[in-house]
């Protein structure tokens, strides 16, 4: 039966082999069946540079040829900690690279698809940093410095990100309900899907006389997140990590 898939927030890296192997299974049995899968974003706990060719980095895009090769579309919206993919692990790997926010014909139904990140508005500190490191001459600027010192860099910041967000309460870091309807109405439609805050969920509501739907795509910390979306309508759904 045709299905498109979505995913975000993989967060793969080499210290979480349980992830990667779920994510491999994930592509060798199921995507490469779909009709086309979405990556919105966070795939990797961290990405310094489409030149960083560590064999992590080879494996994890060597799952993504397997699909592509066989004609199934992949498509990629950046998050907050792979912004810095590019152009070039797009053709290693036959990924396309879309827009933040983009918007999809999902069998018929118009669809904006995103990250999430920009719908977080009450976390003012996270939009100042994430304005700041979005500048194009401070990502060409970072991406001049050798490996060693982007890899130094990068864990210093994900470090103290992790100490802020353990000062914020969940409200804060949960999106901001009047920037999603803003981003709906802006984009025409009313139905939309995005990763970010790790709160799977089917959200629907009314507002005058309309009806919405927001899906929220969960994180793969503690087993996998999927959502199968055919013709009928999206189903979320988890998979379990190998014993």
């Known amino acids: 039966m045709s299905h498109t898939l979505f995913i975000a927030d993989l967060h793969l890296s080499p210290t979480r082999p349980d992830i990667t192997d779920c994510f491999e299974r994930f592509m060798h049995k199921e995507a490469i069946n779909a009709d086309a899968l979405y990556v919105l974003g966070d795939l990797f706990e961290v990405w310094i540079g489409d030149d960083d060719h560590s064999p992590f980095h080879q ?12 004609g199934v579309p992949v498509y990629f919206i950046h998050g907050n900690r792979d912004f810095l993919i590019g152009q070039r692990f797009a053709k290693e790997t036959g990924v396309t690279l ?3 926010l983009e918007c999809i014909d999902l069998y018929g139904t118009p669809t904006l698809i995103l990250h999430g990140d920009t719908l977080c508005l009450e976390d003012v500190d996270y939009q100042a940093f994430r304005r700041k490191v979005h500048q194009p001459w401070l990502q060409r600027l970072f991406l001049c410095l050798p490996l060693t010192w982007r ?5 210093k910041m994900r ?10 309460s969940s409200t804060i870091m949960d999106v901001t309900p009047q920037e999603v309807q803003r ?11 995005h990763g ?3 709160r799977p969920h089917i959200h629907q509501w009314h507002q ?19 959502l199968v979306c055919r013709q009928q309508g999206c189903d979320l759904q988890s998979r379990d990590f190998a014993n």
């Open 59 to 70: 494996q994890i895009k060597a799952a993504f040829s397997a699909v592509t090769e066989q």
């Open 98 to 100: 879309l827009n933040e």
């Open 151 to 155: 890899r130094k860099i990068a864990a």
């Open 159 to 168: 470090a103290g990100s992790a100490n802020a967000n353990q000062q914020k």
């Open 183 to 193: 981003q709906l109405d802006k984009a025409g439609v009313v139905n939309m899907i």
């Open 196 to 198: 970010h805050t790790h």
């Open 208 to 226: 005058h006389g309309t009806a919405y739907q927001r899906i929220v795509l969960g994180d793969w910390y503690q087993h996998g997140s999927v």
